[in-house]
């Protein structure tokens, strides 16, 4: 249905500008992850953010968007050489804006009552272009890099999503942090659930993105790689996702 409502919007998107300006980095090793770790660092606990005082301080998380803001792999490739890189950089990109996003709408409570405008009408400036939260999973990481694990990395900050990430990604550990973030997610009953009459209820994400996994046939197979304990084939159904804002107690922005 948003899809279909999505030409009906272009008078309604609004672009994002970056709060703080950068200067381009000047080579592929000068990439500021670690802007991304200084963000978050002391902020998350358990997969739950401390909105409260990324509000309050929200230097290293705006230089890290500021970066994003000149330089992509879109716009300089010669900084992302690699399609592990690559990967990184938007994996990062997306979790960061993603709270972002929840900081410029303080009377959030979850994101689904605002989706049309979080996920579709706003837009952030990446290398040098507008990119939506839509465009971004899907344009770009779903479209160019084709691989599963993604879902269980990125994190639209809401409780079924996949645990949010304290630390960013980087070229030499992507593939790694992908492994992790799956087992992890699989492993997970509140995500991956095998019932008394041996139904296997498992996350919405394996239902709207059905096609990554090779079909609803292929979801059990991807399961049971990560998670022997779940059988590679049978009958399956969905949970029930939970949109709500991933804040840690009393701790959503104000």
Known sequence: MITLLLPLLAGCFKTVEPRVEVEAPASADAFPWDLYDRAFSGRVDGGLIDYRTLQDDPEALDRFIGNLAVVSPASHPELFPTKEAALAYWLDAYNALAVRGVLDRPEMVSVIDDKVEYFYSTRYRIGGQKVSLYKLENGIIRAEFADPRVHFFLNCQSMSCPAFPSQAVRPETVDAALEEATRAFV???AHVQVMEDGTVAVSSIFQWYAEDFGGE?????FVHR???????EGKVTYKEYDWTLIAQSGRRPE
């Open 187 to 189: 492993n997970d009953p």
């Open 217 to 221: 046939a292929g979801v059990l197979p």
């Open 226 to 232: 990560y998670n022997g304990l779940v059988p590679a």
